[in-house]
């Protein structure tokens, strides 16, 4: 198993920052895939930036310039950093690993954005 533990979330009026973090341990045999994803409330999950193996990332266009996701050189922590944050972006932020096939979810964190 692969267990996932997400941190950073909080309260933050819109213009400000947060970065987050995601660890995964358990079982991981090598490098995985991770990814943010995102829930509003009364919506869908969707995709906030994801980052390959080999370092590769990519953005939903909500995301881009203002997020950036990285992650710790060989190891299986991703960071989001989220700036110019709007209130539009309040939501519980899951990071995902993904490993042979595999998605790993973590519990989530919220990120709430006054106006």
């Known amino acids: 198993q692969v267990q996932l533990v997400e941190s950073g979330g909080g309260l933050v009026q819109a213009g400000g920052s947060l970065r987050l973090s995601c660890a995964a341990s358990?079982?991981?045999?090598?490098?995985?895939?991770m990814a943010w994803y995102r829930q509003a409330p009364g919506k869908q999950r969707e995709l906030v930036a994801g980052i390959s193996e080999g370092g590769n990332t990519n953005y939903a266009d909500s995301a881009k310039g203002r997020f950036t996701i990285s992650r710790d050189k060989g190891q299986n922590t991703v960071y989001l950093e989220m700036n110019s944050l709007r209130p539009e972006d309040t939501a519980v932020y899951y990071c995902k690993f993904l490993q042979y096939g595999m998605d790993y979810w973590g519990k989530g964190t919220l990120v709430t954005v006054s106006s």
């Open positions: 358990g079982s991981i045999f090598g490098i995985g895939a």
